[in-house]
């Protein structure tokens, strides 16, 4: 038995548009400083305002939403009382938001308690609307979010099944402006939810279509993406992707590329695709053996070269080509971390990634030992052979 | 020689593996809690059976069947009927994802179940390692 969540998904060219058809008074657009400077939540507002609805903004959401960004929101919610919360940015603002609204029907819990075991009866007061300005994150069509625990420099995967957005409006303008490193930061995010999504220990029918899908559009225009920002074809292909793949992983659960990224990028401020991106080479080259065949049938999409090298091995290689075509980092060390920092942080990378809960939803969980190997390897760039 | 599941040398032999899992020993060595597993009769099991589990920093404690379910007050309560903890127990019913889909139903706090995954796979993990005869 198992679920599959999804929102109404509203796609492509002027998507936008179709917040002139929401119905009600009041909305809570939750963004950060940046998309108002770009004038995005102006243009929100502006199709809301069509809609009839009166709207504030909360813009307070930092990169790596901490739990006090989260209550601040919440306050703001309690006191103005929407019946729409809007997220309108990248990752961290998906995320903000869907704490922000959990946290405003349900104000006696804390955010790190919620969880996927009990229900929550939300929608009783607000119902939520996510729009992507990143093509990477895919929050904004699936029910987990990831806080900072500021206090531990930690990362929290949280989630709850009803914690999904009602409609996410999938609109390429918004990700057209994206500098290249963010393409590319995001662009590696989505292709590692569709990568982990597909051969997760949580995989199935429903995510696998839409994991391979994703894996097939990031391929071929992540690096068009990146190289022109300008090329809308590729613009919509990546958004459509990213969301695509959220939606898949976000119902099949990813694997170790994530709980070694979320280490690395608590303890050392990595921006989140960039480093979940960097792990996932390694990740598919130590379940090589077990997740053998969905990585032949990745490898047979992509048309990869298979007979001298395992499919897994093939994929490994071809991640990294595409990474390296786009600027990314290959292994920790490039990311400029000193090796006296990386190993005076090793037993906490490996303690966190230990823990998180991408690793019981790994085809191949790591002990603490491989864990450490993991990050080894992956500092120095080496294949992993064990 | 398969043994009787839910009976008091069933847990007993859970113990067991679970102080000889190095894996465990390593996924478990922050955990401080006790449990009630608790297994409701269905089929040929008419009666309600409590196991009761000390885990401690990646050791069993104690394990032993409880009469009664007042006798104990333990941090954790997880039940389920025979045929659910049957799955889990072969391995057809990841425990988390039975958690989430409420197939397994939790009492406790939940945060600390959260950041202890792993060890949850690993007691799983070590259940299988009991020759289990199961009531039909």
Request: glycine content about 6%; proline content about 5%.
């Amino acid at each position: 038995m198992w679920y599959f969540v999804s929102p109404d998904v509203v796609f492509g060219e002027d998507a936008i548009s179709h917040l002139d058809e929401i119905t009600g008074k009041k909305a809570l657009i939750i963004t950060d400083i940046n998309m108002v400077n770009m004038g995005f939540s102006e243009e929100v507002k502006k199709h809301l305002s069509t809609a009839g609805l009166e709207c504030q903004v909360f813009d307070s959401v930092e990169s790596e939403p901490s739990i006090a960004t989260v209550k601040k929101g919440a306050e703001v919610a309690s006191s103005y009382r929407p019946e729409w919360i809007v997220a309108l940015g990248g990752g961290s603002v998906m995320d903000a938001a869907k704490a922000i609204w959990v946290l405003y029907e349900k104000p006696d819990i804390q955010p790190e308690e919620i969880n996927p075991f009990e229900p929550l009866q939300l929608r009783q007061k607000a119902r939520l609307i996510t729009i992507p300005t990143t093509s990477g994150t895919g929050s904004d069509s699936n029910w987990g979010f990831v806080l900072t625990d500021t206090s531990e420099s930690r990362k929290l995967g949280l989630g709850c099944r009803e914690v999904h957005a009602d409609i996410a409006i999938v609109d390429p303008k918004f990700a057209a402006k994206m500098p290249p490193e963010l393409t590319a930061d995001t662009g590696m995010d989505a292709l590692t939810h569709a990568i982990e999504g597909y051969t997760s220990g949580w995989k199935n029918d429903f995510s696998d279509g839409l994991c391979l899908k994703a894996i097939q559009l990031i391929f071929k225009y992540l690096p068009r993406a990146y190289r022109d920002g300008t090329d809308s074809e590729a613009r919509e292909k990546m958004h459509n992707a990213a969301s695509i793949a959220g939606l898949g992983f976000g119902n099949s659960m990813a694997s170790i590329a994530h709980s070694t990224g979320h280490s690395l990028g608590a303890l050392f401020h990595i921006p989140h695709g960039r480093a979940v991106g960097l792990f996932l080479p390694y990740a598919i080259e130590f379940a090589a053996d077990i997740s053998a065949t969905n990585y032949k049938e990745i490898a047979h999409l992509l048309e990869l070269e298979t007979e001298r090298l395992s499919a897994a091995a093939s994929l490994a290689r071809a991640v990294k080509s595409l990474a390296q075509d786009i600027n990314q980092p290959l292994k920790i060390k490039d990311l400029g971390i000193s090796y006296d920092s990386f190993k005076l942080s090793l037993p906490k990378l490996v303690s966190y990634a230990d823990m998180d809960t991408q690793t019981v939803t790994a085809a191949r969980v790591p002990t603490i030992d491989e864990y450490e190997k993991l990050f080894r390897y992956a500092y120095d760039g080496k294949t992993v052979d064990f | 020689m398969p043994i009787k599941f839910p009976s008091d040398e069933w847990i007993k032999a859970l113990m067991q593996e679970l102080n000889k899992s190095q894996a465990y020993r390593d996924a478990a060595k922050n955990w401080e809690g006790d449990f009630y597993f608790i297994v409701e009769p269905e089929g040929s099991l008419k009666e309600q059976t409590i196991f009761y589990m000390d885990l401690w920093h990646g050791e069993c404690r104690s394990a032993s069947i409880v009469k009664d379910e007042k006798e104990k007050n333990p941090e954790f309560r997880i039940w389920a009927p025979l045929s659910k903890w049957r799955r889990v127990i072969e391995k057809k019913l990841d425990p988390i994802q039975g958690l989430v889909t409420r197939q397994l139903k939790l009492k406790g706090n939940l945060m600390k179940i959260m950041k202890a995954p792993k060890a949850a796979l690993e007691l799983v993990n070590c259940c299988t390692l009991v020759p289990t005869d199961f009531p039909e």
